[in-house]
């Protein structure tokens, strides 16, 4: 199995609204509802931003907001903030012993 | 407050042997499925081992499989990552990480490991 597909950038204007794909197989997204994505801030660990397709954890705004349909995961950040600049990864249960979490290439979202 | 925080990272030569710690606080260590997760200079994020509760149950990456020897231990809240034969496409930042439900949830602050000559 290979990394799960993103564009390599993204980007958006303050108060708009942008959405990051994330393609797998139907061996990972299509299969499992563990899709999550994270957020990294340069020189900083990532951060958990969604789990389960569409949860979002304790204290992550609800500006983000994500989505699955086949083997596609979508991430929408919704009323941009200078902060969301940063790295998107998705990643989904990869469904076997030698691959349990798949990562995506990674989103640069800038804020213009 | 939870807190992953590695140890161990340094320059090494390929082929030369590391081990990394991560001691783990404000959580009940032992009840958590527990990932190692590396990221290249200038990469993605790849997933490299994870490990069972009570260490029973592991599994590795291919790329770093019959290298790498992740363990735990529940009494002194810690986890490890032994590795072996280190080449210099091992060099990366390594996460200590706290899984559940098949997502990462809380992350150390990362622990660089070099392998060059």
């Known amino acids: 199995q290979s990394a799960l597909t993103q564009p390599p950038s993204a980007s958006g204007s303050p108060g708009q609204s942008v959405t990051i794909s994330c393609t797998g197989t139907?061996?990972?997204?299509?299969?499992?509802?563990?899709v999550s994505w994270y957020q990294q801030h340069p020189g900083r660990a990532p951060k958990l931003m969604i789990y389960?397709?569409?949860k979002r954890p304790s204290g992550v705004p609800d500006r983000f907001s994500a989505s699955k349909s086949g083997n596609t995961a979508s991430l929408t950040v919704s009323g941009l903030q200078a902060e969301d600049e940063a790295d998107y990864y998705c990643?989904?249960?990869?469904?076997?012993?030698?691959?349990?979490?798949?990562f995506g290439g990674g989103t640069k979202l800038t804020v213009l | 407050e939870v807190q992953l925080v590695e140890s161990g990272g340094t320059l090494v030569q390929p082929g030369e042997s590391l081990r990394l710690s991560c001691a783990a606080s404000?959580?009940?260590?032992?009840?958590?499925?527990m990932h190692w997760v590396r990221q290249a200079p200038g990469k993605g994020l790849e997933w490299v081992t994870d490990?069972?509760?009570?260490?029973?149950?592991?599994f590795y990456a291919d790329s770093v499989k019959g290298r790498f020897t992740i363990s735990r231990d529940n009494a002194k809240n810690s986890l490890f990552l032994q590795m072996n034969s280190l080449r210099a496409e091992d060099t990366a930042v390594y996460y200590c990480?706290?899984?559940?439900?098949?997502?990462?949830?809380?992350w150390g602050q990362g622990a660089l490991v070099t392998v060059s000559s």
């Open positions: 990480a706290r899984g559940e439900t098949y997502a990462v949830f809380y």
């Open positions: 404000g959580f009940a260590f032992s009840s958590y499925w």
């Open positions: 490990i069972n509760q009570d260490g029973s149950v592991k």
């Open positions: 139907n061996r990972d997204i299509g299969r499992y509802d563990f």
């Open positions: 389960e397709v569409t």
């Open positions: 990643c989904s249960y990869g469904g076997s012993n030698n691959l349990i979490l798949i």
